[in-house]
């Protein structure tokens, strides 16, 4: 069964930063492009990046980009974002997503931005 | 990368059919047969019902189709039933991903 587990998700000031982690099982991992996607308060969703299978490319919504930076270890099956000079307008709950296709999707971890 | 265009909400009665539309432009829907829907219900994580345009994943209901003509793609749902309430989502390919602003869709 395919498992996407995100965590890291807090409260932060403006300003601050933050690394989202997403921890999967249930499929080769190595094999699949991975998704950040994210959903404000409310609102719909909102791509933010990807990362091909093995790290060498990334893409990134020109919202965060510059600021945030989407990596990968394919030894420890995870997905990460790190995510720098955090704006309230980032406050969302941020999922991890599987393949080209998007076709399997975490929970969720929720972050916040507010002083 | 502008979100693709989707209707704020459609209603349907259980048994009727309705369509949501998704409308992109030339660099994204109209170029790539690469468009996906997902639903969404309240408090959930969103769920791939359809990819590459007209594709279903095993598991997902056939009354679920996709079509796409030109800059516009169109998820139509057949037999409406109580549990197909949920908001939804079109996603094409465009370099990298976009998505429509989402459709609530209400069974009367």
């Known amino acids: 069964e395919v498992q996407l587990v995100e965590s890291g998700g807090v409260v932060v000031q403006p300003g601050g930063s933050l690394r989202l982690s997403c921890a999967a099982s249930g499929f080769t991992f190595d094999d699949y492009t991975m998704h950040w996607v994210r959903q404000a308060p409310g609102k719909g969703l909102e791509w933010v990046s990807l990362i091909s299978w093995d790290g060498g490319s990334t893409y990134y919504a020109d919202s965060v980009k510059g600021r945030f930076t989407i990596s990968r270890d394919n030894s420890k099956n995870s997905l990460y974002l790190q995510m720098n000079s955090l704006r309230t307008e980032d406050t969302a709950l941020y999922y991890c997503?599987?393949?080209?296709?998007?076709?399997?999707w975490g929970q969720g971890t929720l972050v916040t931005v507010s002083s | 990368q502008s979100a693709l265009t989707q209707p704020a909400s459609v209603s349907g009665s259980p048994g009727q059919s309705i369509t949501i539309s998704c409308t992109g432009t030339?660099?994204?829907?109209?170029?790539?047969?690469?468009v996906s829907w997902y639903q969404q219900h309240p408090g959930k994580a969103p769920k791939l019902m359809i990819y590459e345009v007209s594709k279903r994943p095993s598991g997902v209901s056939n009354r679920f189709s996709g079509s796409k003509s030109g800059n516009t793609a169109s998820l139509t749902i057949s037999g409406l039933q109580a549990e197909d309430e949920a908001d939804y989502y079109c996603?094409?390919?465009?370099?990298?991903?976009?998505f429509g602003g989402g459709t609530k869709l209400t069974v009367l």
């Open positions: 030339s660099s994204d829907v109209g170029s790539y047969n690469l």
């Open positions: 997503a599987k393949g080209y296709d998007l076709d399997y």
């Open positions: 996603c094409s390919y465009a370099g990298s991903r976009v």
